[in-house]
């Protein structure tokens, strides 16, 4: 028996809430979120012999450290190390939508796309190549419609192959030539200076770039 | 290599790349990656050519438009403020609240002829009870008509776009949406408003909220201006009072700006906010709104009105309240309403806003025979249009009450900082009153 445990991500107002119940049922459970006072949801779900457990992260648009929401959805990805994380992406929104997945791929997540409310977007006529976006991000994509529990046996599916597979994506966006030369300096600096540290140096670099008050805090605290 | 280290090469890439893109780094960030996901998304996804346009999309497009948001909004809460205020003579489509203050005061008539004992305790029951916790009950349905208003300019999706509007607004004095939502909280009472500002992150952005938001205009504030406008503002009630509404607001800016300058320095941080799209707000569920936030001023009138009331008439069945008042009236003199009744409302009002009104209520006993306490105000106190004004002011910008201070207290977590709220506002209060007094006497 083998257990697997995802993250559950998204923007506000995508279906999340929805599909943590479809997937978890009335096995749930609700507490805080340590030394803050956001709900954390967690529940389980057994699949092909998989014990599944879901945590439900905050809503979230980005990964900034603005919102203490921002800060809980990265902290937990990077800390307690999910197996994966399930992006729950609004199809109607989907270029908006996407900042948030970029940016888990980006921290070194292992991703699942789930592309929900595909009625909506067909509605709009938003033609939407599944196979393609999953080509050229380099993860698996599921269409979902939440609402009608339709495609949650298909993310379920999948959930269990990629927890059998490794983690060997190297995600990076091109940030352009200049920014992409002070991120390699700044990486190989972390690299000498840090011995062990759950976040990836490339990502610290450009987090720093970013002036993050967090990264900046732990870059501190390893001294 | 340590830790300063690489904070030091990271101080010198930034003033490198700031040389070459501007100050502001964190967009070109973002730029590049909304760049990545685009182009990943040119053979992905395929939109029609012309979007459908929703309903919410073409409301929007007016109600948030650049030049008309605002003006939107005013006129809005201009016709609210008519179903406020009992009309003045005869019949017109804004006089719910006349309705329900007539019944009222019939009920509470009523029982005053009922009062069958005499001596101090039948002086208690009718000027110190009736008089006093009953001149606040009368206002009652008007603060539970502007709630219901409120809620269903919430439940439609429009209160969401208000605080939109007002971001563009606020982003000039250093704020943003996100305490827009605080402030626009604000109109129902205070303390739910400040607790609100949890969700601002920013420290400065946070404490700004919080110092500034009592000088948004309560429910509490309201039954004091129906006081005194039906007297001294007949034919404009509702525009004096939509005016203090939004002098209020001005004024909240105004101190943001300050202290965003002044004590609390720094960029805004960004915000994001989601339009939710527009339904038609159900009935029921509009009133349910109102009654739980309204709920609390009822509650009050039975508990801690009541006790101010009751304490009020006792000090004055002894004489010993004009004494009290008489020692600080002079204070208010520059304001123009250096009388002791004033002082002590103005002291009562910490406990309560609407507690000024029972105070005046337990003074001036009797006051509904003789055509209301405004009626009384005018012929004992003097009072005209401008002091009656000069008043209003002063008690929507000195500090809600002491619950509201409790709670800056407890969410700043400081005593230094609640103090520093109360001289403040007291502060800006009497130079406020001062300056309309004074200025406004040179013209009348």
């Known amino acids: 028996m083998s257990e697997v445990t995802i993250a559950l991500a998204g923007n506000p107002n995508t279906g999340k809430t929805t599909m943590f119940n479809n997937l978890t049922g009335a096995r749930q459970h609700v507490g805080n979120w340590p030394g803050v006072t956001v709900e954390k949801k967690w529940g389980g779900l057994k699949h092909q012999g998989y014990d599944i457990n879901v945590v439900d992260l905050p809503g979230v648009y980005s990964l900034t450290a603005y919102s203490p929401d921002e800060v809980i959805a990265r902290r937990f990805v990077v800390e307690e190390r999910p197996d994966m994380v399930v992006d729950i992406v609004d199809a109607a929104n989907l270029e908006r939508n996407l900042y948030l997945a970029v940016q888990f791929l980006e921290l070194g997540a292992k991703l699942i796309i789930a592309l929900n409310m595909t009625d909506v977007a067909a509605s709009r006529n938003h033609r939407i190549d599944a196979e393609k976006l999953s080509q050229r991000l380099g993860v698996p994509v599921v269409r979902t419609v939440a609402n ?23 995600f990076r966006i091109d940030y352009g030539k200049e920014i992409e030369r002070e991120i390699k300096n700044l990486q190989e600096i972390i690299q000498k200076s840090l011995l062990s540290l759950n976040y990836s140096p490339r990502w610290l670099a450009i987090k720093l770039l970013e002036e993050d008050d967090e990264v900046t805090r732990i870059v501190q605290g390893k001294g | 290599m340590s830790p300063e280290d690489i904070l030091h090469s990271k101080d010198e890439a930034l003033a490198r790349l700031r040389a070459s893109f501007g100050e502001d780094l964190d967009t070109v960030f973002a730029g590049r990656r909304y760049g990545f996901i685009s182009d990943a998304l040119r053979e992905v996804l395929v939109k029609p050519k012309k979007e459908k346009v929703t309903w919410t999309e073409r409301i929007d497009r007016v109600v948030l438009n650049r030049f008309l948001g605002i003006p939107i909004f005013l006129a809005l809460m201009w016709i609210i403020f008519q179903f406020v205020t009992p009309a003045m003579g005869g019949a017109s489509m804004f006089t719910i609240a006349g309705y329900f203050m007539d019944w009222i005061d019939e009920g509470f008539g009523w029982l005053g002829g009922q009062v069958g004992v005499g001596g101090w305790g039948g002086a208690l029951l009718t000027d110190g009870i009736i008089g006093g916790v009953g001149s606040v009950i009368i206002f009652i349905p008007s603060i539970f008509i502007l709630f219901f208003f409120i809620s269903l300019l919430e439940d439609s999706g429009y209160m969401a ?4 509007v007002m971001d563009r607004a606020l982003r000039r004095v250093g704020l943003h949406g996100r305490s827009a939502v605080p402030m626009l909280l604000g109109f129902g009472c205070n303390i739910p408003a400040i607790m609100a500002t949890r969700t601002i992150e920013s420290k400065r952005d946070r404490m700004t909220t919080i110092l500034v938001n009592p000088f948004m205009s309560c429910g509490a504030r309201l039954p004091i201006y129906l006081m005194l406008v039906p007297t001294f503002f007949a034919a404009y009630q509702g525009t004096v009072i939509f005016g203090l509404y939004v002098i209020g607001v001005l004024v909240a800016v105004g101190a943001a700006w300050l202290l965003r300058s002044t004590l609390f320095r720094g960029p805004p941080a960004p915000f994001v906010m989601e339009l939710p799209p527009y339904r038609l707000p159900r009935f029921t569920e509009a009133l349910v709104h109102m009654w739980e936030r309204g709920k609390w001023f009822l509650v009050r009138a039975g508990t801690l009105i009541f006790a101010v009331v009751i304490l009020i008439w006792a000090l004055d069945y002894t004489g010993a309240l004009e004494s009290i008042g008489r020692a600080i009236d002079v204070l208010f003199s520059p304001c123009g309403f250096g009388q002791w009744q004033p002082a002590v409302g103005l ?21 509904e025979e003789v055509g209301g306490l405004g009626f009384i105000i005018n012929f004992e106190l003097g009072w005209d249009s401008l002091t009656a004004f000069s008043f209003m002011l002063f008690t929507l910008l000195m500090v809600p009450c002491v619950a509201s201070l409790g709670v800056i207290q407890r969410e700043t977590n400081s005593w230094r900082w609640m103090l520093f709220a109360l001289g403040f506002t007291l502060g800006v209060a009497w130079i406020g009153s001062t300056l309309v007094f004074q200025i406004g006497s040179l013209f009348i």
């Not at chain 2, 776009?161 to 939109?164: D, K, M, S």
């Open chain 2, 347 to 367: 002291i009562t009002a910490v406990l309560a806003k609407e507690a000024v009104v029972g105070t005046f209520g337990a003074i001036f006993a009797g006051a």
């Open chain 2, 161 to 164: 776009r208000v605080a939109f």
């Open chain 1, 148 to 170: 009608r529990n339709q495609g949650t046996k298909e993310l379920l599916d999948c959930i269990v192959n990629l927890g059998q597979s490794v983690n060997d994506a190297d």
